[in-house]
């Protein structure tokens, strides 16, 4: 329960979403877009927030879909990790969204409340980085499409009154070899010390990671150092250590040392699939 008053309104089209918000707004009321709820309902408890006014997005069909579309697989802003998980429709991303928090949660939390919620890690943005997603952000001014990269840096940067309308992922990423590891201090479903998580492409890796920086992020100069095999493993692993964008994190829940090193044992790890999937590839 949320022991504050707020306006509370369902809207069942993006257009009335977009207008509820702005109406609230114009009349001073701090307004908070509802997908799953489970962040600001959890921050409404404790009092870090205190919302004055909520527009649900989940009557809104759009926010909802999940379907194969013009070569692309469109998931809703709206849409829970636990259907995009149960789905398959892009594997990497449902081992990545299988992994956080527990099942319960999982069924609260939407696909866009992970990638535009404060808790830093946002791990189901790593998939969609290195798949080349696009999003539909609804906003005022209309819909607009663009490339994931170019709206996340660390986190999404919405323009007022924007919210996720849909995610578009090119299908061919849901068949490419993946690997996924996520390494938490305590419980698997507990925040990730690291997560990491890699399509092999061609015989090339991309590569992308939560939790080692304090936002989560995909180097490309990271990448073309560990293809190039002109580079020992060690030698690679060392400049993947020396290309992170900022030290590692060092906080109660891990400290920087443990991070480094978990860091150095995961990205190895994904050298050596891409070391299998080229014997794979050689041997077809």
Not at 104 to 110: L, V
Not at 147 to 167: A, C, H, S, T, Y
Not at 234 to 245: I, S
Request: proline share 6%.
């Amino acid at each position: 329960m949320i022991p504050v008053n707020f306006a509370y309104c369902r809207p069942g089209t993006p257009e009335e979403a977009v207008q509820a918000y702005e109406g609230y707004e114009k009349a001073g009321k701090k307004t908070w877009y509802y997908g799953g709820g489970s962040e600001i309902i959890s921050m409404a408890r404790v009092g870090s927030i205190t919302p004055e006014a909520v527009v649900d997005l989940k009557e809104i069909p759009a926010c909802c879909e999940l379907k194969e579309e013009g070569g692309h697989i469109n998931m809703g802003g709206a849409l829970s990790l636990r259907a995009i998980a149960d789905s398959q429709c892009f594997p990497l991303l449902g081992k990545a969204v299988g992994r956080i928090a527990d099942h319960t949660n999982q069924c609260r939390i939407t696909l866009g409340g992970n990638l535009c919620g404060t808790i830093i890690y946002r791990e189901a943005v790593l998939p969609l980085l290195l798949a080349e997603a696009q999003v539909s952000l609804q906003g005022p001014s209309g819909v607009r499409r663009l490339p994931l990269q170019e709206v996340f840096d660390g986190r999404m940067q919405l323009l007022p009154g924007e919210f996720i309308l849909k995610v578009h992922v090119p299908k061919r990423y849901a068949s490419m070899p993946y690997f996924h590891v996520k390494k938490a201090p305590t419980e698997k479903i507990d925040y990730p010390a690291v997560s990491l998580a890699a399509i092999i492409e061609k015989g090339r890796l991309r590569i992308a990671f939560a939790g080692i920086c304090t936002y989560p992020f995909r180097s490309k100069e990271m990448e073309e150092a560990l293809n190039d095999t002109g580079m020992t493993i060690e030698q690679r692993l060392n400049k993947a250590v020396e290309l992170l964008p900022e030290e590692p994190a060092d906080d109660a829940h891990c400290s920087r040392g443990y991070r480094q090193l978990l860091f150095e044992n995961m990205v190895g790890q994904a050298l050596m699939e891409l070391s299998k999937a080229s014997e794979a590839g050689a041997g077809a």
